[in-house]
Each structure stands twice: as C-alpha cells, then as structure tokens.
C-alpha cells in the first residue's frame, strides 16, 4: 500500500515509460536483450526451443537415471 502510493508520482510522470529512448534520439537507443526479437516467427521458434528443452531435461534426467538402475541387476 505504502510503496504502490509512493510510486504514483513516478508512474504519472511518465518516467517509466519514456526510459526506451534516450533523450528522443533514436540512436541512443538501448537494446539489451541477449537476443534478437526483431523476427516475430523466428523468436517464436527459439523461445519454443528453449522452453521445451528446459521441460524436457529432468524428465530425460529421470529416465536415464532409471535405465541406468534396471541394467545393474541384469
């Protein structure tokens, strides 16, 4: 409550919504994501990728790690 007062000042101002540009100039624009987000489908693509492997990886974790247990007592 106390800091979602404090923070109106800041958010009528705009200064949270002016940050992307630099003084208005284009050229001082700051781009700094480690990744290129300018071709909607290919972003898409790799986003896909990424979250799908981050799921993916405990469930291959488990299942390597129990062929691994069920080829010890053979």
């Given amino acids: 409550m106390i800091i979602a ?7 009528a101002r705009g200064a949270i919504r002016n940050t992307r540009l630099a003084h ?3 050229e001082n624009t700051v781009y700094n994501m480690p990744f ?23 469930f291959i974790a488990a299942g390597y790690q129990l062929s691994k247990s069920a080829g010890a007592d053979a």
């Fill in 24 to 26: 208005g100039h284009p």
């Fill in 5 to 11: 007062r404090a923070a109106r000042p800041v958010l």
């Fill in 36 to 58: 290129d987000y300018r071709n909607p489908k290919t972003f898409a693509v790799k986003i896909v990728a990424y979250c799908s492997l981050g799921f993916a990886i405990p």
